[in-house]
């Protein structure tokens, strides 16, 4: 029995040995500004850029030649932070900054055709076919995917009502707070 679990013991530290040492010769080197991009970005992952999500919208930043405007969820902070790192300009002057929102489904529309829960990347919608679909508002990061694709326009985009946590006092001069 000894001899038994010795040797899977053996085994252990030389496979493990083997992965550790294939992990630092076959490592991919990363590019640290696309890191650095990433981190400034939300991390909703909500394809709104045009890009799958936030890393593939980092590494083309990184690349150059792609907007910085594209991010919707980071609004105009995260076009300023990106346009510092970066070392370039930005124009939000057709930037339009928009509150939280959060897909809501009119019960008295949805059909249950399910399209909505095949376009949500964040599994906030529940539902069954021919049945009634609901929003989990704790889940949904408002990418707007299941509202485009909604064919008879039960989803709809609302504010998020500001709640204690959420509230933030303007500063003077402050016109684009939400309160």
């Not at 696309?34 to 939300?42: I, S």
């Not at 076009?79 to 939280?100: F, M, N, Q, Y």
Request: proline content about 6%; overall charge negative; glycine content about 12%.
């Amino acid at each position: 029995m000894l001899l038994d679990v010795g040797s899977l013991a053996v085994m252990g530290v030389t496979l493990g040995a083997m992965l550790g040492t294939a992990a630092k010769l076959l490592a991919v080197p990363v590019n640290p500004i696309e890191e650095e991009l990433q981190a400034l970005l939300p991390g909703s992952q909500c394809g709104q850029c045009g890009f799958v999500g936030c890393s593939q919208y980092a590494a083309a930043l990184a690349k150059g030649g792609t907007p910085i405007t594209l991010c919707a969820p980071g609004g105009k902070g995260t076009i300023e932070a990106l346009a510092k790192r970066l070392g370039v300009s930005a124009d939000t002057d057709g930037h339009e900054e928009k509150g939280p929102e959060v897909a809501f489904i009119n019960e008295d529309l949805c059909i249950g055709c399910l399209r909505c829960i095949g376009e949500c990347g964040s599994d906030a919608i529940v539902g069954a076919p021919k049945q009634l679909h609901t929003v989990i508002s704790d889940a949904c990061h408002a990418c707007g995917k299941c509202f485009k694709i909604c064919p008879t326009e039960a989803i709809v985009m609302k504010p998020i009502a500001p709640t204690i946590a959420g509230w933030h006092w303007s500063k003077p001069g402050d016109t684009h707070a939400t309160h």
